[in-house]
């Protein structure tokens, strides 16, 4: 089985500053893993995934995860943030077989200030 | 452009009364699956289908019911047994053993007046 940890439930941050939301899993066997964003009163749209290979992932709005084995991490960054990244972010994961759902964190408010 | 569209958007129950969320999606996904997002809770999952005509309890099922007699269908039906159903509702489809993530619809807002 899996289980994803998000370490921060709200973070504060200045426009244009660079921001880092921290995410731990854990699994017994290889996964996949996603970032998710969720803006107020709508569903949950797909940010990036990593599935293999190079460890560094890119997504959408600027950005960008990394897949760390040995910390069994998976951190999302950006380093000039906006207004309009104000939302909601889940960490995500799953197992690699057809019967695998996928294990989403508990969220990470991100809140920025002019 | 395919998607999941879930109907209402908004939705208000008296006491004591079922009601249906509809959701349906044209891609062609096998798998489904409904969410409750409650706030600082995260998403909890209600029901799940891989299959039509098969699905299986998730972590809150009690007081919900589901179908699915189609593919591209999964109502989901809050029943009067659903002590505090007021919450953000998400319907998700995926194709299962891939790596493409799910897709969710834009939910269903539910108020219990």
């Known amino acids: 089985a899996q289980s994803v940890t998000q370490l921060d439930s709200q973070v504060p941050v200045f426009e244009e500053a660079p921001v880092e939301l921290r995410c731990n899993y854990s699994?017994?066997?290889?996964?996949?893993l996603f970032w998710y964003v969720q803006y107020p009163n709508q569903g949950l749209q797909l940010l990036l995934k990593y599935l293999s290979g190079s460890t560094l992932v890119k997504g959408i709005n600027g950005f960008e995860a990394e897949f760390n084995k040995s910390q069994t991490s998976f951190h999302l960054r950006k380093p000039s943030v906006h207004i309009s990244d104000t939302a909601e972010y889940f960490c995500?994961?799953?197992?690699?077989?057809?019967?695998?759902?996928?294990?989403f964190g508990s969220g990470t408010r991100l809140s920025i200030r002019p | 452009d395919g998607g999941i569209t879930q109907s209402p958007k908004y939705l208000f129950r008296k006491e004591g009364q079922n009601v249906t969320l509809s959701c349906e999606q044209n891609l062609n996904h096998d798998a489904m699956y409904w969410y409750r997002q409650d706030p600082g809770q995260g998403l909890r999952l209600i029901y799940y289908?891989?299959?039509?005509?098969?699905?299986q309890k998730g972590d809150i099922a009690e007081g919900y019911s589901v179908s699915r007699e189609k593919k591209e269908s999964f109502p989901l039906t809050v029943t009067s047994a659903q002590k505090n159903p007021t919450a953000f509702y998400l319907c998700?489809?995926?194709?299962?053993?891939?790596?493409?993530?799910?897709?969710f619809g834009s939910g269903t807002r539910l108020t219990v007046v």
């Open positions: 289908s891989q299959i039509v005509n098969d699905f």
């Open positions: 699994s017994s066997v290889s996964v996949y």
């Open positions: 995500a994961v799953s197992g690699r077989s057809s019967a695998s759902k996928i294990i």
């Open positions: 998700a489809s995926s194709i299962p053993g891939t790596p493409y993530g799910y897709t």
